[in-house]
């Protein structure tokens, strides 16, 4: 109990400081009336026996002050000193308080708005119940192959979903596409996600009944339906089909991505073998039951792969399943955006350590400039430890200054990189600055405070105090490397380190912009139409539609080639088919050849101006029932036929029994992204549109035109309609647009990594210039004699710039050391730039110095105006 | 300014804590009893002797109360509290030991 009682006394005398104040007052004033009125009993007057009381108790003054220190709160009334002292500081020495505080603010908010993305993005755990027992089952795509585990694990409890399926609806005006998930009956159920309103899917709802059921988002219920609670029970009708409402989430639901407005149920019937067995594109994942550890759903999901196997319909090969496993749920989410944002956390991380330095720096200046003060101060009996108390204790305000401001800072900095990174980066929405975010900053301002507030006040305990109070001015730093050179020769290196970073990432963006997409990018407009079922209800019956819409849009004037295809190039969809390759077979057992598949119209060649180096290209001839013909790309001709002439070549899609004839190669196209499709894709093939593989659900309409595109793509929609009033049309965009959105990620990333090199760049600058100019001031008596002694302004000009010069070299080859051993983590975001790549790392160091040359100019004017006579006089 | 040195405020501690042993006290009280029990040599030390007692009842070891005093005024009255009672006993201890140790030294030399 005693510590209580300790503990409320010091919280009395800290927070009730005057009550305690005045029965101190009391209890000595008792003290003395006892005194006196035991003098004046034995005699002495009552005038002498006051006297004689106070003197017996000496000064008064001085007894309360100690008694103020055994009562253990002169720490707190001293800081209190120390921060009022800090403040009034600040706000004497404007232009040092403005250039701190701004510094301060800059790296504190941009370290707490990056930190916050990523504690959105990697950090936070998803926001279901357990979400650490939530794993991603890797590569298992196959209908069957979820349905059977889920039937069978004992392990854990499997759901899964599909990606992204757009629907039409009816819109305002005309049929809409909007995005909705398929997903298996337990989806919410494994996810440990309720309903805001009515039900979320029963079990066996996907199966081969067929249940049109459909869960809202909220936000679309609340854009479609007015949060109106009767829209439970409503029909939503989805490709024509109607879905009965029979749920809604909460606002933060969105799972798997943002874009989801609806959950329906996939289908899941073992009699539809071509769909359950053969094709792919499930996303599986698995809350682990109760006790069970990883690895042993691990084993078991083994396990059961290598018994599935055998359940095909056909043979699968030996290779096929044997990479399934579990990663945590999370992780897998956001495993494209990990990169990314560690690396983003590291240039914010330089670039506070920039900011740190910089103050430091003018710190240090500023107890320079402080020396007298600091001197008298300890001459009236200050302790070094006291003074560097005062010291540190000034630097946490300006901390707390900067940090508060840097706060500020860091919502609309969030803003701005939400709004610069890719939109499909994961979880982006969820990112917010809460509370935790508060406290990492508060964090971070406090221990950047402690940080460059030590250096001075390490200083200040070595210091002797006495020279500094005889005024006199040391002379030239002769004896090792001044404190403030070092951190600005760091603070050049940090900032080599970041340029180096930019210009890697800038050149690659560079190398990615110059790319041949293989195709003529201007002038063409492109949109996505999506018939309804009804009207693709066969190949025939679509290509006819697709053949009316295209001819409707080619015979617009200003357009000169109109065509369709499924896919666009450099759009991120996959588009690949299984092949066997004639002169090329592979054994049964192993896995055929998957091709990239583009199905597109005779005039597509025209439309996107892409060169045909062989053969023929489609005609109106190459139709359903005529002989099956393909076209490939060079790289792919080049691959299978080097030597031969790959026209009259055949290929088989695995799931057709007829071949398909080689007609021509064309020129190479950059599919599905700028770097191509992925690695596993092991040729490019184009077919015929009529002679489809799988009907499209959706194509793409191009039209190149000769002139102005406005008018065109406003008319786009309304002229569908006419040919097609069931057809739904969205995407209405330049080639351009579609081309700049494939670089968007790599875009994003190196103008946020520029813009904090700049930010570097100038602090460095700013730092560079700050030590410079002391410098000069520091030197002014030793520079006026070596001008009265007959040095030339050359040579002063020199001594000034080369000083600057010398910083940043020593800094800038620091910095290329650091950046050749850390490039390789910025290798796997690089396109077509070495890791090492010597543009880069040239153009870094060269940037820095000329930055350096240019922050000195000014302390060299100065140091050239100095009149040796009376710098002299007044040293 | 000049403080005790540790051992005076160590030995004053001692003494305050012995004076209050017996029955509380105000300062003025103990003040007193220290003059007469050191026959008036430790007079010099009464400006050090509230620091003291706040230091004592921040320590925990003696606690102060407002309570009418025989003068007819409140005062301050001091009491000792359990963990001061073990504390003096430790100190005696120690001064008895610290005390022996010197006089030992004092006269072998």
């Known amino acids: 109990m005693r510590w209580l009682r300790i503990l409320s006394l010091r919280f009395r005398a800290a927070l009730r400081r005057p009550h305690v104040e005045r029965e101190m007052e009391a209890e000595l004033a008792e003290h003395l009336e006892c005194e006196a009125e035991e003098l004046m009993a034995r005699g002495v007057p009552p005038a002498e026996a006051r006297q004689r009381a106070r003197a017996t108790l000496g000064r008064m003054d001085a007894i309360q002050e100690e008694c103020r220190d055994s009562r253990g709160t002169a720490g707190w009334e001293q800081l209190k000193q120390d921060v009022f002292f800090g403040v009034r500081l600040l706000l004497k020495n404007r232009t040092f308080s403005a250039m701190a505080l701004a510094t301060m603010a800059l790296g504190i908010g941009s370290t707490t708005a990056v930190f916050s993305l990523i504690d959105g993005v990697l950090i936070r755990p998803l926001p279901f119940t357990s979400p650490d027992r939530l794993f991603h089952a890797g590569d298992i795509e196959m209908r069957g192959v979820f349905d059977t585990l889920r039937a069978n694990s004992r392990s854990a409890d499997y759901a899964a979903h599909l990606g992204v399926r757009a629907f039409n609806t009816a819109g305002r005006d005309w049929p809409e596409r909007v995005k909705g998930i398929e997903v298996s009956a337990n989806f919410f159920r494994v996810l440990g996600a309720r309903p805001l309103l009515g039900r979320t899917f029963a079990e066996g709802e996907d199966g081969p009944g067929k249940s049109r059921v459909v869960v809202l988002s909220y936000a679309f219920w609340l854009q479609r339906f007015a949060v109106r609670r009767d829209a439970i029970g409503k029909q939503l009708a989805l490709d024509e089909t109607a879905y009965e409402i029979i749920g809604v989430m909460p606002p933060g639901f969105t799972y798997p991505v943002a874009a989801a407005n609806f959950w329906v149920p996939m289908q899941l019937d073992p009699r539809d073998i071509g769909e359950y067995w053969g094709s792919g594109g499930l996303s599986v994942f698995a809350r682990l039951r109760d006790g069970v550890q990883p690895e042993t759903a691990q084993a078991e999901l083994r396990a059961w792969i290598s018994q599935i196997r055998r359940m095909f319909p056909w043979p699968m090969p030996d290779a096929w399943g044997v990479e399934a496993g579990l990663t945590g749920l999370r992780d897998h989410l956001v495993a494209g955006a990990k990169v990314r944002s560690l690396l983003l956390l590291g240039v914010v991380a330089l670039v506070l350590l920039i900011a740190i330095v910089n103050v430091a720096n003018l710190m240090i200046g500023q107890t320079a400039?402080?020396?007298?003060?600091?001197?008298?101060?300890?001459?009236?009996?200050?302790?070094?430890?006291?003074?560097?108390?005062?010291?540190?204790?000034?630097?946490?305000?300006?901390?707390?200054?900067?940090?508060?401001?840097?706060?500020?800072?860091?919502?609309?900095?969030?803003?701005?990189?939400?709004?610069?990174?890719?939109?499909?980066?994961?979880?982006?929405?969820?990112?917010?600055?809460?509370?935790?975010?508060?406290?990492?900053?508060?964090?971070?301002?406090?221990?950047?405070?402690?940080?460059?507030?030590?250096w001075p006040a390490w200083k200040m305990r070595a210091q002797r105090t006495l020279t500094a109070l005889e005024g006199s001015h040391s002379t030239l730093g002769g004896r090792g490397l001044r404190t403030d050179a070092v951190l600005v020769m760091t603070e050049a290196a940090f900032a080599t380190i970041l340029l180096v970073g930019a210009c890697l990432l800038l050149h690659s963006l560079w190398a990615m912009l110059q790319v041949d997409p293989g195709f003529r990018v201007e002038s063409v407009v492109t949109a996505e139409l999506s018939p309804s079922r009804a009207a693709s209800a066969s190949l025939e019956k679509t290509v006819a539609l697709f053949e009316q819409v295209r001819v409707k849009l080619a015979a617009h004037p200003g357009v000169m080639n109109a065509a369709a295809m499924n896919v666009l190039p450099l759009t991120p969809e996959m588009s690949v088919f299984t092949a066997a390759i004639e002169d090329h077979p592979r054994p049964p057992q192993e896995p055929q050849i998957p091709l990239w598949y583009t199905a597109v119209t005779p005039e597509h060649l025209d439309a996107l101006g892409i060169h045909l180096l062989q053969g023929r290209r489609f005609t109106e001839a190459d139709r359903q029932g005529a002989q099956p013909v393909a076209l490939i790309d060079r790289a792919t001709a080049h691959r299978y036929w080097p030597e031969e002439n790959p026209i009259g070549k055949r290929l088989r899609p695995v799931s057709n029994k007829e071949w398909l004839t080689i007609v021509g190669v064309v020129d190479d196209v950059k599919n599905y992204s700028i770097t191509g499709p992925p690695s596993w894709v092991e040729g490019e093939v184009y077919v015929p549109m009529a002679q489809a593989i799988a009907p499209p659900q959706a194509i793409s309409l191009i039209a190149r035109l000769g002139g102005d595109s406005g008018s065109f793509q406003k008319r786009l929609p309304k002229m569908v309609q006419e040919v097609c009033a069931s057809c739904a049309v969205g995407k209405v965009a330049r080639m351009e647009t579609v081309v700049a959105a494939a670089v968007e990620a790599p875009r994003s990333m190196a103008w946020l990594v520029g813009g904090f090199a700049l930010l570097a760049l100038g602090l460095a600058a700013a730092g560079i210039y700050g030590v410079v100019s002391h410098g000069v001031v520091r030197r002014t008596r030793e520079l006026g004699v070596r001008l009265a002694l007959g040095a030339s302004r050359g040579r002063v000009a020199w001594l000034v710039i080369g000083s600057s010069l010398g910083y940043a070299l020593v800094g800038t080859v620091a910095g290329l050391a650091a950046s050749w051993a850390l490039a390789r983590w910025i290798g796997t975001l690089l396109y077509g730039v070495p890791e090492h790549d010597p543009v880069s790392f040239s153009i870094a160091p060269v940037a820095l110095v000329a930055v350096a040359i240019l922050a000195s100019l000014v302390p060299m004017c100065r140091a050239l105006s100095i009149d040796p006579a009376k710098s002299l006089r007044e040293g | 300014m000049s403080k005790p040195t540790a051992l005076l405020q160590g030995t004053l501690f001692l003494l305050i804590l012995k004076i209050l042993e017996l029955e509380p006290r105000t300062g003025w009280a103990i003040s007193q009893r220290l003059r007469q029990m050191s026959n008036e040599t430790l007079q010099a030390s009464h400006g050090s002797l509230y620091p003291a007692l706040h230091k004592l009842e921040h320590e925990g070891w003696i606690r102060g109360e407002w309570k009418e005093s025989p003068t007819g005024r409140p005062a301050k009255f001091y009491s000792l509290t359990p963990a001061g009672r073990r504390q003096l006993r430790l100190e005696a201890a120690n001064w008895t030991r610290l005390s022996a140790a010197v006089n030992g030294i004092l006269e072998s030399v």
């Open chain 1, 369 to 454: 400039a402080r020396q007298r003060e600091l001197a008298l101060r300890a001459s009236l009996g200050a302790t070094p430890g006291r003074l560097a108390r005062q010291l540190l204790t000034e630097a946490v305000v300006l901390a707390a200054a900067g940090g508060l401001l840097g706060t500020l800072l860091a919502f609309g900095q969030l803003a701005l990189l939400k709004h610069l990174l890719p939109a499909d980066t994961p979880r982006l929405a969820e990112v917010a600055i809460d509370a935790r975010i508060l406290l990492f900053a508060a964090a971070v301002s406090l221990g950047s405070g402690l940080l460059f507030g030590l």
